[in-house]
């Protein structure tokens, strides 16, 4: 399926071996290492086309292993923690990480976040041949305005008609906050009539097909109190 | 050795100053006499330098004044014989220039010249008849004619009008242009145009002869004879004196030299008349001052001496007033005042504050009585002198318990403020009041307890981040084992060849891995929010929306629930101020927790109202267990149901409570028997603070 195989680095090694068994019903490749020092041997000396690695361990942390491993090669890493704090996450990312998966994580998720990732990283090149006049890229999420269609890691999404008029409002103004009441008007061409729970029931479609976690959405997110959004990544 | 060297160049420079100060203030004093009779004193000076003694002033004034005399006497002598000779006796008179004469006349001699027995001047007075009537020469028969006798070279003729005046044979030009004015050493003779001879002297006649150079009397006296004698003492006196005035200088110039020791002797002199009282001072300067007037001695050495006395007592109130800046203060009354101060202030120490408050009061009004009495008493016999001391006295008093009272009110201000910038947790520097002032032990005690206070807050803050700390490591580690636990249930729900009530079992250990996974996240949320540690993003939001978007998230469980929601929230507006997200928990919370405890079949009510610059949402249901009002189910882990049965984690009310707190609004239970009531409440945001708008595209 890819080239070379996905680096697993944890200092548990229980934990190791059951996200490199869910990675390899996938069909995945896998390597395991279970410190900052053999997971930088590794990346030079096998070919590796993804990093799953925990940020504490013994010999060397996870942060100064992925600053080592940006220094030389340009892969996707997902980054392990039992922090959960945005502190945390926003220190991974700056590092150099392309992903942050709080322990204890549901293995479903991890393995489509790799999906994610690997698609992206391999895709990369066609959302960019992509990319014109009629193409907004968002992240994983990239929307055709003539042919009103999205996708998600390069997969077209599958809407209804409902969702991708609220998805083509979003998309056209990514970040923009939008009141229920305004989704309502814009998309169903009706005066608001208990546009709330309406306009979130169809949220919740719509996160459960792009999210690659619907419970703790990255993209369409609410604003409490004021409206709706599509994150602007 | 030095500091005795020290010491006589400082008492030699001391005395060397007052003396020449001495000296050059006398001839001062004598400059300004001079300056005062310039004209007689120019004369004088003149005669100084003159060989002949006959052209002096001094030897006119003595022969026109001789010669006035004379006249005055013949005029007696032809008026009345027989009373002339008494009248005579003694007599006294002045010239027209104001001068006082003595000539001491008898019978014998009525002209009082006879006591010149060295016979410098020789006379001859008469009338016209008998021109030679006395004489005191028997030599010669007429002196009025011919040559002068051997020796002799001066006569002086009256011819009972005029004067004429033969000198070395030569006539000398007595009248000038014929005006006589009195200062200018003219011969002070009858016969001027505006000074003629009186008519009652036109029939005598005087002729007076002068020795060349006089001779001194064996016995008696001669004014010629002193004429040229005074005039060289005057001349030896004025020699002396400048060589005083030149050894004045020398003084001057040592007192100059040394004048460092004579300030350090002049300033250890002031610190042992610092400690005398005012008024000893004060009647030091009053003897001082009676001393150079000249008041005790009449006479004119003893006023020189009372001078030269004077000069060190002018001398010591001069260095006092330099050196003693404010001596006037330490006077009898006012030390008398402070020892009296000094002794309350002892006194008073050992009372409690309230007592030494109320004794100043009485001490005041006790003081004003007596100084009042004592001096209306003292007033009345001095008619009104002591008044003005009194009153004084009165007003210091008063003065005095004012200056207290302002302290002590501008204290209990500054007590005031700092018990309350205390009160209200300001970190405050402690109050320091001064050394004297009656409530510094209050401030004390109370930058004690402030102290106290501060100490126990850091305590507290401290231990209630370690609390943060060790729950947050213990999250940790439990998190890693949990993560293989949720991983392996997951692997284990793959396996499709497992007997059906492995399977059931493998569905429990999912849900309660989950429930373990969420309490975590709650604790370690819950400790956060309740130590302030959590971070916020607050912003203006709609109250009604978010609530409404809440139910609108959850509303699948509301639905499959045997609950009826009736939901009541104004379609305006309701602004506040507050982090959505963490809002959205607190309803969330709310709403499982009715979900979770509702007895079936009942209603939900959700209700949203302003008030009073309030909004406040209120969420009411019937609970399905028994509530005991007495235990405050928002803390940590408590549950209405003591059996813990349930599937939530203890910390729902706990979460919404913490996190309504966290953005500054409040949250209250109320439980009526069955009835549970959960209000959270938050301030209103002002309408001038708008709504985030969406942008318009």
């Known amino acids: ?233 | 050795m030095d500091t005795k060297l020290k010491k006589s160049k400082a008492i030699v420079s001391l005395i060397s100053f007052f003396l020449s100060m001495g000296i050059l203030i006398a001839t001062a004093i004598f400059g300004i006499s001079f300056l005062m009779n310039y004209d007689y004193a120019m004369q004088q000076i003149s005669d100084l330098k003159q060989e002949d003694y006959q052209n002096t002033n001094a030897f006119r004034a003595e022969l026109s004044q001789m010669l006035n005399h004379i006249l005055h006497v013949m005029d007696t002598l032809s008026s009345s014989d027989t009373a002339a000779e008494t009248e005579l006796q003694d007599s006294v008179y002045s010239d027209s220039d104001g001068n006082r004469y003595y000539y001491f006349s008898d019978a014998d001699d009525p002209f009082g010249l006879n006591a010149d027995t060295a016979r410098n001047l020789l006379y001859q007075i008469g009338t016209a008849s008998n021109r030679t009537a006395y004489s005191n020469d028997t030599e010669h028969e007429n002196l009025y004619e011919g040559d002068l006798p051997e020796g002799y070279n001066f006569r002086l003729i009256f011819d009972g009008k005029t004067v004429s005046i033969e000198k070395d044979g030569v006539a000398v030009d007595v009248y000038g242009d014929g005006f006589y004015r009195s200062d200018s050493g003219m011969w002070n003779v009858p016969g001027y145009e505006n000074m003629a001879a009186n008519p009652d002297y036109e029939n005598f006649r005087v002729c007076l002869v002068a020795r060349q150079i006089p001779v001194e009397p064996m016995d008696g006296s001669s004014a010629l004879y002193d004429i040229p004698q005074q005039g060289r003492e005057t001349l030896l006196f004025l020699r002396i004196w400048s060589c005083i005035i030149a050894f004045s200088a020398i003084l001057l110039v040592l007192a100059f030299l040394w004048r460092k020791e004579r300030r350090e002797l002049s300033r250890r002199i002031a610190a042992h008349t610092a400690n005398l009282y005012f008024e000893w001072k004060l009647a030091f300067a009053i003897l001082v001052l009676f001393l150079t007037t000249g008041f005790v001695s009449g006479s004119i050495p003893g006023n020189v001496v009372c001078f030269l006395l004077s000069l060190p007592g002018y001398y010591l109130i001069a260095i006092d007033l330099r050196y003693n800046r404010g001596s006037w203060r330490r006077n009898v009354i006012s030390t008398m005042l402070r020892r009296r101060a000094e002794y309350r202030k002892t006194f008073e120490q050992k009372l409690p504050l309230e007592r030494r408050l109320l004794e100043r009061w009485d001490d005041f009004i006790k003081c004003e009585a007596i100084t009042f009495s004592v001096g209306l008493v003292l007033s009345i016999f001095t008619v009104g002198l002591l008044a003005p001391v009194t009153i004084a006295l009165m007003v210091y008093f008063a003065y005095r318990y004012g200056k207290l009272h302002r302290q002590l009110a501008q204290d209990l201000g500054r007590l005031t403020t700092q018990i309350t910038s205390v009160q209200q947790g300001k970190n405050t520097a402690p109050l320091l009041l001064p050394q004297d002032s009656d409530l510094r032990e209050a401030a004390h005690a109370l930058n004690d307890i402030e102290h106290g206070v501060n100490t126990a807050v850091e305590e507290r803050v401290k231990s209630e981040r370690m609390k943060v700390e060790l729950i947050t490591n213990v999250s940790h580690d439990i998190k890693t084992p949990l993560t293989s636990i949720i991983s392996y249930v997951d692997l284990l729900k793959q396996e499709e060849t497992l007997p059906d009530h492995v399977k059931d079992y493998i569905k429990v250990l999912d849900e309660k891995s989950l429930r373990l996974k969420n309490m975590i996240q709650d604790i370690f949320d819950v400790s956060k929010a309740a130590s302030g540690n959590m971070e916020l993003q607050m912003e203006p939001l709609d109250l009604g929306k978010l609530v409404r978007q809440t139910l609108a998230d959850m509303d699948e469980a509301v639905q499959a629930s045997q609950l009826l929601f009736r939901v009541d929230i104004p379609d305006q507006p309701v602004t506040i101020t507050a982090d959505g997200g963490r809002l959205y928990r607190v309803f969330q919370n709310l709403i499982s927790n009715a979900l979770r405890y509702s007895l079936e079949g009942t209603r939900v009510f959700v209700s949203l109202t302003e008030a009073d610059g309030f909004a406040c949402v209120a969420l009411k249901n019937i609970s399905r267990y028994e509530l005991d009002p007495n235990v405050d189910i928002t803390e940590r882990f408590v549950r209405g149901d003591a059996a813990r049965t349930t599937a939530g984690s203890g910390l729902g009310l706990s979460i919404a409570k913490s996190f309504t707190e966290a953005c500054g609004g409040e949250f209250s239970i109320q439980i009526d028997a069955d009835l549970f009531t959960a209000r959270v409440t938050f301030p209103l945001t002002p309408p001038s603070i708008t709504l985030q708008k969406p942008s318009e595209a």
């Open chain 1, 1 to 233: 399926m890819n080239e070379g195989s996905i680096l697993v680095v944890d200092d548990d090694r229980e934990i190791v071996r059951s996200i490199a068994i869910h990675l390899e019903k996938e069909g995945y490749s896998v390597l395991c290492a279970y410190n900052g020092l053999e997971a930088l041997d590794m990346v030079m000396s096998q070919p590796v086309c993804l990093i799953i690695i925990d940020v504490m361990m013994p010999k060397m942390d996870g942060l100064s292993a992925i600053m080592k491993i940006r220094e030389k090669r340009n892969l996707p890493i997902i980054v392990l923690s039992a922090k959960s704090e945005d502190t945390d996450k926003i220190l991974g990312l700056s590092i150099g990480a392309d992903d942050y998966v709080t322990k204890p994580f549901n293995p479903m998720e991890l393995v489509a976040r790799v999906r994610s990732q690997l698609r992206r990283y391999t895709s990369l090149g066609d959302i960019h041949a992509q990319q014109g006049n009629h193409v907004i890229v968002n992240g994983r999420l990239s929307y055709n305005t003539e042919e009103h269609i999205l996708t998600a890691d390069g997969e077209p999404v599958k809407l209804t008609a409902t969702e991708t008029k609220i998805i083509d409002l979003f998309m056209r103004n990514l970040g923009r906050i939008f009141p229920a009441e305004e989704i309502y008007r814009r998309v169903w061409n009706e005066p608001a009539f208990s546009a709330e729970n309406t306009v979130m029931v169809h949220i919740r479609r719509i996160r459960e097909k792009i999210e690659l976690n619907p419970k703790e959405p990255e993209y369409l997110k609410v604003v409490w109190g004021i409206g709706y959004k599509i994150e602007k990544k």
